[in-house]
């Protein structure tokens, strides 16, 4: 479902007057005029990733491709909205982290971001580094999901030969799900 459709879904009543879930960010996003900043959103974005609330985590994290959507050219708000989701990456739980798998998937493969602009991103080796950190971890799980979430983006890590190493060492694994990730990012 497109973010566009989600959002004119929860964005009227039938006496065409504006009604939002509670606590929620799709307001953020409702307006059709670019007359709001992509700064102060990216503000309301962290502040929901800062939550303690899982849910309100979540409706942030899906907000992001649409922020990136709306403002492509930005330089400036992409580095700092691709740093915060690895951050995010490397410190939330597992469940998190699979929604983040699916979120940069979406961002770095379906030319949300367009190839000129991506290689204008500076951050893009400081965040392989974050999404990579987690294969050094001791959690078989969240090693499964940044596999997956590398192999998703191969040709961002195409020429990154500690990436390769560490997804070879990944081959050993006697856990099954890193074992079939690991497969995934080689084939």
């Known amino acids: 479902m497109k973010m566009s459709s989600m959002i004119n879904s929860f964005n009227y ?16 996003f409702a307006n059709k005029d670019k007359d709001k900043e992509g700064t102060s959103i990216l503000i309301e974005l962290d502040r929901g990733l800062k939550s303690q609330n899982p849910g309100q985590q979540y409706e942030a994290i899906l907000f992001f491709p649409y922020l990136i959507e709306n403002y492509p050219n930005n330089v400036v708000l992409l ?20 929604c ?13 971001i367009s190839s000129k602009v991506l290689s204008q991103l500076s951050c893009m080796d ?12 001791n959690d078989p799980i969240a090693r499964s999901i940044t596999l997956r979430t590398l192999g ?6 195409k020429d990154q030969l500690n990436i390769h190493h560490g997804i070879r060492n990944c081959m050993d694994s006697h856990h099954k799900q890193e074992s079939a990730a690991t497969l995934f990012v080689l084939d």
Do not use: C, W
């Open 13 to 28: 009543n039938t006496n065409n007057t504006h009604i939002y879930p509670p606590n929620s960010l799709f307001h953020l």
């Open 79 to 98: 580095n700092t909205s691709i740093l915060k989701l690895a951050d995010l990456f490397r410190s939330a739980n597992n469940f998190i982290k699979l």
């Open 100 to 112: 983040l798998q699916k979120i940069f998937i979406q961002i770095f493969n379906n030319n949300t």
């Open 126 to 137: 400081e965040f392989l580094k974050r999404v990579y950190s987690i294969l050094l971890s």
């Open 152 to 157: 998703g983006i191969p040709h961002l890590i």
